[in-house]
Structures are given as C-alpha cells and as structure tokens.
T-cell receptor
Framework: DAKTTQPPSMDCAEGRAANLPCNHS???????VYWYRQIHSQGPQYIIH???NNETNEMASLIITEDRKSSTLILPHATLRDTAVYYC???????????FGTGTRLQVTL | SAVISQKPSRDICQRGTSLTIQCQVD?????MFWYRQQPGQSLTLIAT?????????ESGFVIDKFPISRPNLTFSTLTVSNMSPEDSSIYLC????????????FGPGTRLTVT
C-alpha cells in the first residue's frame, strides 16, 4: 500500500471548515484514498473514501487532486466533537487490511 | 452499520498470565481483523481471521503469542499469552462492511494493562 504523509496537528475554530491535507504521491491506479478518525478512547470511525472523483457524504467531503497525489478532507462546519486524530489511508479497498500512519490530531476550539 | 462489541472493555493483568479478548458482531462476516494500539501510538494490524481457516499474522506477530479463534461468522477471540508490560495496549477488532466491503467498522477496543 502507498505511504501517506499528514501534518501532525492542526487547529480549527468551531463552526469553521476544517481542511485536512494528505500526500500520497506513490498511490497506484487501483488504490483508493480512505479517511478514518479516532476520537479519544474509541475505535476508529470510517469517514469517507474515493478513487479519483470528489466525494461527499453526511460527515465530510473528500477532494482528490487530478494527479491523485494528494487529497483534502473537509469538515464543513467543525464542532468540538470533531476533535480527534484523522488518518488518511491508501489501499485497494474491498476487505483490505488498513495500514495506519501517525495521522493528524485535529483540535477544534471555541 | 455493523454493531461490534468487545469483552472485556478493560483489564489489569499480571505478567506471565494470559487474557482472552472476545469480539462479537451482530451480522455474519467472513473476515475479521485484530489490531493493537500501544500507548500514544497508531494502530498496527496483528492478524486477519477468516472463519474456517488459520489466521494470517503480520510480520512481528506470532501465533504462539497471539492465538486467534474464529469458530463462526459472528465471533472471534484473540488471546494475549504470557503477558509482559510491553503488551499493555488497546486491542481492537474490525470487520469489512458496506455493499462492497470497502469500509471497516471497529469495535470499541479492550484496554489491557500488564503489571
């Protein structure tokens, strides 16, 4: 699976959009970009994934660059409950094991 | 979404003993994964457990230390054997989910402390 690079930490004011970047320059053509988050003391939670088109669901939007070497997870209106470690993971999808990096610790503040 | 429970939620054990962690899913799933999260670290995959076959272990993890059972499609156990303080971690199970099994749902984890 391709390696990902994320900033170790970010801050965001409550109510503002949180934009979390991820670099995956060695991604292969059949690999998807996944985002999970882990709120303190809980198991990771699936957020969203995509192959090459931008994706949106009730939790977030995923923007993937045209060359697929980087992506951005967008939480449109961050709340305090979005404070968590966010993991960007690249893999081939179906029933694949996940390789977690160090993630980005997002702190949402008042 | 899948509902996954783990037992125990936490435990404190003495070195040299063993602990068996249970993972129960509310639906039948072919594949289950076991992860370890050491203090302050990210998650590391221990093994993949398929019903009816031997678990597949990742590099650095061996069956004698982490035996896994998978007696049916809704249940699995992970045993942490001959524990040492270095085994103090959160242990989590997960299952592939969604129409294409391309999402993973995680259990709440078992927090193990070895003294």
């Amino acid at each position: 699976d391709a390696k990902t690079t994320q900033p170790p930490s970010m801050d965001c004011a409550e109510g503002r959009a949180a934009n979390l970047p991820c670099n995956h320059s060695t991604i292969s053509g059949n690999e998807y970009v996944y985002w999970y988050r882990q709120i303190h003391s809980q198991g990771p939670q699936y957020i969203i994934h995509g192959l090459k088109n931008n994706e949106t669901n009730e939790m977030a939007s995923l923007i993937i660059t045209e060359d697929r070497k980087s992506s951005t997870l967008i939480l449109p209106h961050a709340t305090l409950r979005d404070t968590a470690v966010y993991y960007c993971i690249v893999n081939t999808g179906t029933a694949s094991k996940l390789t977690f990096g160090t993630g980005t610790r997002l702190q949402v503040t008042l | 979404s899948a509902v996954i429970s783990q037992k125990p939620s936490r435990d404190i054990c003495q070195r040299g003993t063993s602990l068996t962690i249970q993972c129960q899913v509310d639906s039948q799933v072919t594949m289950m994964f076991w992860y370890r999260q050491q203090p302050g670290q990210s998650l590391t995959l221990i093994a993949t457990a398929n019903q009816g076959s031997e678990a597949t272990y990742e590099s650095g993890f061996v069956i004698d230390k982490f035996p896994i059972s998978r007696p049916n499609l809704t249940f699995s156990t992970l045993t942490v054997s001959n524990m040492s303080p270095e085994d103090s971690s959160i242990y989590l199970c997960s299952v592939p989910w969604g129409s294409r099994k391309d999402e993973q749902y995680f259990g709440p984890g078992t927090r193990l402390t070895v003294t």
